[in-house]
């Protein structure tokens, strides 16, 4: 991937460079995806295994003995 702005494009459309447009586009697109990607990686690694969670599991097994099997 190139550091192509969202200024690049514009002048690419304005100078007719409708390719040169399209993989510009393409680029800066790609670009927020995988930033967005990563972003939420990193709050799913942040928040995996927390105090919050555990609790959650140590509740969700308790039980009251008035299941059927």
Not at 54 to 65: C, F, P, R, S
């Amino acid at each position: 991937m190139t550091d192509v702005t969202t200024k690049d494009a514009v002048q690419m459309a304005m100078n007719g460079d409708a390719s040169g447009f399209r993989d510009a586009v393409n680029d800066i697109l790609t670009q927020k995806v995988y930033d967005a990607v990563e972003l939420k990686k990193l709050e799913v690694a942040s928040s995996f295994m927390s105090a919050d969670s555990e609790e959650e599991i140590e509740i969700q097994g308790e039980t009251d003995g008035d299941q059927e099997v």
